[in-house]
């Protein structure tokens, strides 16, 4: 099927969002069935793979702790040339692809060697996350701020953040690939101001069928995330919002208009 906006010898960078296949965008879904190659990460979810077509040519390229089947530099290679042979090019990501997601160096690549090349938003991690447990990443009067880190940092560099900014009791704090800083993160935001009893969520596989749900509070992080394997990945939520049971910064308005 002819596509307008995927002609042949371009490349869409597509979030497969959390690994769910029903958390696929239509125009995700649209994309993955129209391309002669996809090149996917470790975190795009199996039941996702099963929708690639028995035409397309799939090649993975996924890094997980450590451990990459390619470097950045050669997906980037592999991604342009393949588009300069004619193929139209899914480069398929977990989550949403601008999120920690080194989608600039890809779009970097391709348009320096001409290569037409677009972004399809997916559903990122910390949104899947929160709407399984049941909770939100805001509260109005409660988390005014949401902000997102990577605790993803190489092996010989400290997890270097504004801590004090992230301490911010009116935010959520959402922290991608965070279990093995997990320690590091609650000290350093205890030290920083955040009070030690702050909610914290911790969901792993979010989305997918072993999906687990931990809940606590910020001074027993460490503890929590000790079961989780090197292998899972999990978000860390932190922050008032996610309590069990958050305080309904709605309840006095809607009282007032039923009384109005």
């Not at 125009?27 to 975190?43: P, Q, S």
């Not at 600039?104 to 949104?127: H, N, Q, W, Y």
């Not at 270097?160 to 800083?181: F, I, Q």
């Not at 606590?216 to 978000?235: H, I, K, N, Q």
């Amino acid at each position: 099927m002819r596509h307008d906006d995927f002609p042949a010898g371009s490349v869409w960078l597509v979030g497969a969002g959390p690994g769910d296949p029903e958390l696929l965008t239509g125009k995700a879904l649209r994309l993955i069935a129209a391309a002669d190659m996809i090149f996917y990460d470790a975190l795009v979810g199996p039941a996702v793979l099963d929708l690639i077509g028995p035409g397309t040519e799939r090649i993975c390229v996924g890094k997980r702790s450590g451990r990459h089947s390619k470097d950045q530099a050669t997906i980037d290679s592999l991604i342009v040339a393949a588009a300069r042979s004619g193929a139209r090019v899914v480069r398929l990501k977990g989550g949403d692809p601008a999120i920690f997601g080194r989608t600039a160096e890809e779009l970097a690549a391709c348009r320096a060697a001409g290569v037409p090349v677009r972004i399809c938003p997916g559903i990122t991690a910390a949104s899947a996350a929160v709407a399984s447990a049941g909770a939100s990443l805001t509260l109005r009067g409660v988390a005014r701020r949401l902000t997102f880190v990577t605790a993803h940092v190489r092996a010989d560099s400290p997890l270097d953040l504004d801590w004090r900014t992230l301490a911010a009791p009116d935010s959520t704090l959402a922290v991608y690939m965070g279990r093995a800083a997990a320690a590091t993160v609650a000290r350093q935001l205890i030290a920083a101001g955040r009070a030690p009893d702050t909610p914290v969520l911790v969901v792993v596989n979010a989305a997918l069928p072993d999906e687990r749900i931990l809940r606590g509070r910020l001074s027993a992080l460490a503890f929590l995330v000790e079961t989780v394997s090197d292998d899972d990945p999990a978000m860390l939520v932190i922050g008032e919002a996610v309590a069990a049971t958050a305080p309904q910064a709605t309840d006095r308005v809607s009282r007032s208009c039923a009384s109005a």
